[in-house]
């Protein structure tokens, strides 16, 4: 692993005109340029920005992909060899917000890590616990359920992004203390059951700024980041990604 890895998720955000401002804006920051970066736009705009992103050094991820592997009547569903197709080299599984509002469990989303990897994608897998989790003392636990699923993966490239669901779009970002725990329990878990977890980045995510960047990605154990609200100002996605070249 080397660099930190940044990643902009836009969730349910974005037109085409805004999207075509947003690009361009990060295709000019000198410090998108030298940074390891991606944006993950929705479904709907995939093909736009890919095509925007094109001989730039920022990578297309999307935010979610079909269990489903192969072709068919399944309305609705976008297949992880169409995410390749367009031009994705990551893609987000198990995003909170798709446990919470989609009651996405882990059968569904070890089947999604499986059609990712097999099409060729680097699945960026999340996990993180509630405020009542953290305050029950019983996060470490739910952590490792979470991370379970992914001993199907061993071997494969992967990401992994610890989001405590607290600090989500809140503005209540964790710790250092509390990153570093985190991120520490994370590698000895994986290392545990893939018996390698150096070359696994994980990332932090959950109200990272450009004011709380260099904090964070001074922590030896955090990969990256997963960015959401300011992935979407150009300015505070430049100064995020200005920090993680920083640490380098
Ligand atoms: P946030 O979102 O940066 O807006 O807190 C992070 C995420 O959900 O990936």
Same mark, same amino acid.
């Not at 399944?74 to 995410?83: K, N, W």
């Not at 499986?114 to 009542?132: F, H, K, M, R, S």
């Not at 994370?186 to 696994?200: K, M, V, W, Y």
């Given at each position: 692993?080397?660099?930190?890895?940044?990643?902009?998720?836009?969730?349910?955000?974005?037109?085409?005109?805004?999207?075509?401002?947003?690009?361009?804006?990060?295709? =000019?920051?000198? #410090? &998108?340029? !030298?940074? $390891?970066? %991606? @944006?993950?736009?929705?479904? /709907?705009?995939?093909?736009?920005?890919? +095509?925007?992103?094109?001989?730039?050094?920022?990578?297309?991820?999307?935010?979610?992909?079909?269990?489903?592997?192969?072709?068919?009547?399944?309305?609705?569903?976008?297949?992880?060899?169409?995410?390749?197709?367009?031009?994705?080299?990551?893609?987000?599984?198990?995003?909170?917000?798709?446990?919470?509002?989609?009651?996405?469990?882990?059968?569904?989303?070890?089947?999604?890590?499986?059609?990712?990897?097999?099409?060729?994608?680097?699945?960026?897998?999340?996990?993180?616990?509630?405020?009542?989790?953290?305050?029950?003392? =019983?996060?470490? #636990? &739910?952590? !490792?359920? $979470?991370? %379970? @699923?992914?001993?199907?993966? /061993?071997?494969?490239?992967?990401?992994? +992004?610890?989001?405590?669901?607290?600090?989500?779009?809140?503005?209540?970002?964790?710790?250092?203390?509390?990153?570093?725990?985190?991120?520490?329990?994370?590698?000895?878990?994986?290392?545990?059951?893939?018996?390698?977890?150096?070359?696994?980045?994980?990332?932090?995510?959950?109200?990272?700024?450009?004011?709380?960047?260099?904090?964070?990605?001074?922590?030896?154990?955090?990969?990256?980041?997963?960015?959401?609200?300011?992935?979407?100002?150009?300015?505070?996605?430049?100064?995020?990604?200005?920090?993680?070249?920083?640490?380098?």
């Amino acid at each position: 692993m080397t660099g930190k890895l940044v990643i902009g998720n836009w969730k349910m955000n974005g037109r085409l005109a805004a999207n075509l401002a947003l690009i361009d804006a990060l295709r =000019a920051d000198a #410090a &998108v340029q !030298a940074a $390891q970066v %991606a @944006v993950a736009p929705p479904f /709907a705009y995939l093909g736009q920005a890919a +095509a925007l992103l094109a001989g730039s050094n920022i990578a297309l991820a999307a935010q979610d992909v079909s269990a489903f592997d192969k072709d068919g009547a399944y309305t609705g569903e976008v297949s992880a060899a169409m995410l390749a197709d367009v031009g994705c080299r990551y893609v987000l599984i198990g995003h909170s917000e798709r446990r919470q509002y989609f009651a996405e469990d882990h059968a569904l989303l070890a089947r999604k890590l499986q059609a990712a990897v097999a099409a060729g994608l680097i699945p960026v897998y999340c996990v993180g616990e509630t405020l009542a989790e953290r305050e029950a003392d =019983a996060y470490k #636990a &739910v952590i !490792a359920e $979470q991370l %379970a @699923v992914l001993g199907a993966l /061993a071997g494969r490239d992967y990401v992994v +992004a610890y989001e405590p669901v607290w600090a989500i779009g809140t503005g209540k970002v964790a710790s250092v203390e509390q990153i570093d725990d985190v991120h520490q329990y994370i590698r000895a878990t994986l290392l545990q059951c893939h018996g390698a977890s150096d070359s696994i980045r994980v990332l932090y995510g959950g109200s990272v700024k450009a004011d709380n960047a260099d904090a964070i990605f001074s922590l030896q154990s955090v990969g990256g980041a997963l960015v959401g609200g300011a992935s979407l100002d150009v300015e505070s996605f430049g100064r995020i990604c200005q920090a993680a070249k920083k640490t380098v």
